[in-house]
Nanobody, 125 residues
Framework: QGQLVESGGGLVQAGASLRLACAAS????????MGWFRQAPGKEREFVAA????????SYTDSVKGRFTISRDNAKNTVYLQMSNLKPEDTAVYYC??????????????????WGQGTQVTVSS
């Protein structure tokens, strides 16, 4: 059923920017809502951002609003997360995922059925 692979993570200083990418192979993401989630040590996995299949609906968790931008390029079968003004509290493994349903928007973790392996983002003070 294909695979999602995240890339672009790394170690940066506070205030820096990173762009994460999530490339899908073996399946098309064209009709799926795509989301980014993150999990910090000792914490539950949490919602970060999501975007509908056509990009018409976008949602962010409050802590990243104004700093992160989610986008997608369906022709490249890829979704992105542009992160700016990174803070130490953004440190986490970042995962991308697609929903079970096509053309369906949700930020609920349980509605996402296909997950990547994650990419580490570490922000130092």
């Amino acid at each position: 059923q294909g695979q999602l692979v995240e890339s672009g993570g790394g170690l940066v200083q506070a205030g820096a920017s990173l762009r994460l990418a999530c490339a899908a192979s073996g399946r098309t993401i064209r009709r799926y809502t795509m989301g980014w989630f993150r999990q910090a040590p000792g914490k539950e996995r949490e919602f970060v951002a999501a975007i509908t299949s056509g990009g018409g609906t976008i949602s962010y968790t409050d802590s990243v609003k104004g700093r992160f931008t989610i986008s997608r390029d369906n022709a490249k079968n890829t979704v992105y997360l542009q992160m700016s003004n990174l803070k130490p509290e953004d440190t986490a493994v970042y995962y991308c995922a697609s929903t079970f349903r096509t053309d369906y928007f949700t930020i609920r973790l349980s509605e996402y059925g296909y997950w990547g392996q994650g990419t580490q983002v570490t922000v130092s003070s």
